[in-house]
């Protein structure tokens, strides 16, 4: 299911503070980064990858992995993928996926007697 564009500031979001977790090497996207991609996303749903110079782009890089994993990419900031896959079970961002959030009501405000 693809992300939408308030889904993906969302997780911009809760990301900008995680440090990468994998670091893609010279060697670019093998199979053992995918693998290590896919354990992180297992345990965390939401990562940051580092993708140093290589045999592929940046783009091409994040774009393999997010197609390898099953995963969304959300972000690609420099050399910085960040990448999102939701749990099937105890998804700590159930929320943010449910859809279009309703508005909040307006506080309600007294009225002082004049």
């Known amino acids: 299911m693809p992300l ?3 889904q993906r500031r969302h ?16 060697s670019g996207v093998t199979d053992g980064v995918i693998s290590a991609v896919e354990q992180a996303l297992n345990d ?6 580092k993708i140093n110079e290589g045999p592929d782009g940046r783009h091409e890089g994040a774009d393999r992995l997010a197609e390898a994993t099953g995963a969304e990419l959300a972000q690609l900031l420099g050399r ?8 099937k079970d105890k998804s700590r961002f159930e929320d943010i996926l449910k859809g279009p959030h309703e508005p909040k009501p307006a506080p309600k405000t007294e009225e002082k007697p004049k």
Do not use: C
């Open 11 to 26: 997780l911009r979001a809760l990301g900008h503070h995680l440090e990468p977790v994998v670091i893609v090497g010279q």
């Open 44 to 49: 965390h749903e939401l990562i940051k990858v």
């Open 80 to 87: 910085t993928a960040l990448l999102f896959k939701k749990r």
């Open 4 to 6: 939408t564009g308030k």
